[in-house]
């Protein structure tokens, strides 16, 4: 009997860019006070949202959104564009060359320095031109019905953010220092209610490089990297 293709993927992709879509919409309309607590808590929601986008697209670079290959790109684009007008095709090349070279010279993700200094080349391999001019753009478009406050803290910052939480937990972590396997990559101590928060699973790193057709929710399923693996 023919397998029939799920497509769980693709309605946890779609689930992810509604609740930034909706919470977007709705932040732009609330009214910012700093003395409100509040302000801080969606600061953070839209920062794990913004995160979640960019790890949708990460599965997505991986063919594991949709089993329709056309489906699984479009959601790709989408999801890079929300995040901060990435082009799709120049980060499928660039992670995959991560995936082919890592911890070497050739890896666009690793860079033998401090933190600081790792972070800006991290950013710097991603960023164009263009795509600072296209969100100018749009920035002073929005701002046309949109007050500026809310798409400063609500916009601009949460993406800025989530660019530090991808960082750190998905890169900086997982891959400086020397590693005694064949991924060149450790896994953080397993806990899934920290690791769904700080990255989407993204912490169980050694996991993805050793199966990276595993989309990041089922990433807390699989088995446990050997010892070599999470040091």
Same mark, same amino acid.
């Given at each position: %009997?023919? #397998? ?42 839209? %920062? /794990? ?12 670079? /991986? ?12 959601i ?11 082009w ?9 060359? &991560? ?11 690793? /860079? ?20 600072? $001019? $296209? %969100? ?6 929005? #701002?046309i ?11 601009v ?6 660019t ?5 937990f ?11 396997? #064949? &991924? ?15 990255c ?17 929710? #089922? ?13």
């Amino acid at each position: %009997m023919k #397998k029939i293709p799920s497509y769980t993927g693709l309605f946890i992709a779609l689930l992810v860019i509604g609740s930034w879509v909706a919470s977007t919409v709705l932040l732009m309309q609330w009214q910012v006070n700093f003395s409100n607590p509040l302000l801080y808590v969606f600061i953070l929601v839209q %920062m /794990h949202l913004y995160t979640g986008l960019f790890i949708t697209a990460h599965d997505a670079m /991986h063919g594991t959104v949709a089993p329709n290959k056309n489906i699984n790109n479009l959601i790709g684009f989408i999801c890079t564009f929300l995040y901060a007008s990435f082009w799709y095709p120049k980060l499928y090349t660039k992670h995959h060359q &991560h995936h082919n070279h890592v911890h070497t010279a050739d890896d666009p993700d690793y /860079h033998d320095g401090s933190f600081i200094r790792w972070y800006i080349q991290f950013i710097r391999n991603y960023l164009s031109i263009w795509q600072i $001019v $296209v %969100m100018a753009a749009l920035f002073n478009v929005f #701002k046309i019905w949109i007050p500026q406050p809310n798409l400063i803290l609500f916009w601009v910052v949460p993406s800025l953010l989530s660019t530090l939480q991808l960082f750190y937990f998905g890169t900086y972590l997982p891959h400086k220092g020397e590693h005694d396997n #064949k &991924h060149q990559s450790r896994s953080l101590p397993r806990n899934h209610f920290l690791a769904f928060f700080s990255c989407y699973f993204f912490g169980y790193h050694y996991e993805h490089h050793d199966a990276p057709w595993v989309p990041w929710w #089922k990433l807390w399923a699989t088995p446990q990297p050997p010892e070599g693996g999470a040091k």
